[in-house]
T-cell receptor, first 115, second 114 residues
């Protein structure tokens, strides 16, 4: 079945360091891909998305490119801030019945940014 | 109010209690979802409703009973839960009007079963 694998955390960085969180997927067909972020005590927020190969999603300085050849969707940011400390989830969507979608998540990667 | 709201935010209940979680979406979406987030486990999809009809039930025990009275409201009725049911329960909604069907999440209900 479809699945998503993320690099294990926690990832600890100093402020202004570069970030890469690896994500690879297994899916039939060509799913849409997402990164969600969960700040402490909150629900999940959609960070960025990509719907087809070579698409680049971006938001708040974060970027990820849909790589069909390597089945990857790595999250990157050039300069992290303390406020970026959170748990990051990579996900793909498997389309279901009734115009619904079943999100399949990776296990999440905790990012801690120190001042 | 905008987005997806959930009440209560925190709930402590005994194993013999009956309680309900409520979710409301203000986005005009027509699909709603319940997810369970446990420590050290990936997010698990529990139920999916599309146009108020349940379209998916991911082998969830019968002590969890969902209800979707209209496209804006979703409930999760709980009874005779077990301590291992303690988790963060997240509600989400999506548009279903074409495109990516990206899902928007509420803040969750932190449930503790004692």
């Amino acid at each position: 079945g479809d699945s998503v694998t993320q690099m294990e955390g926690p990832v600890t960085l100093s402020e202004e360091a570069c970030l890469t969180i690896n994500c690879t997927y297994t899916a039939t067909g060509y799913p849409s891909l997402f990164w969600y972020v969960q700040y402490p005590g909150e629900g999940l927020q959609l960070l960025l998305k990509a719907t087809k190969a070579d698409d680049k999603g971006s938001n708040k300085g974060f970027e990820a490119t849909y790589r069909k050849e390597t089945t990857s969707f790595h999250l990157e940011k050039g300069s992290v801030q303390v406020s970026d400390s959170a748990v990051y989830f990579c996900a793909l969507i498997a389309y279901g019945s009734g115009n619904t979608g079943k999100l399949i998540f990776g296990q999440g990667t905790t990012l801690q940014v120190k001042p | 109010e905008t987005g997806v709201t959930q009440t209560p935010r925190h709930l402590v209940m005994g194993m013999t209690n009956k309680k309900s979680l409520k979710c409301e979406q203000h986005l005009g979406h027509n699909a709603m979802y319940w997810y369970k987030q446990s420590a050290k486990k990936p997010l698990e999809l529990m139920f999916v409703y599309s146009l108020e009809e349940r379209v998916e039930n991911n082998s969830v025990p019968s002590r969890f009973s969902p209800e979707c009275p209209n496209s804006s409201h979703l409930f999760l009725h709980l009874h005779t839960l077990q301590p291992e049911d303690s988790a963060l329960y997240l509600c989400a909604s999506s548009g279903g009007q074409g495109g990516v069907y990206e899902q928007y999440f509420g803040p969750g209900t932190r449930l503790t079963v004692t």
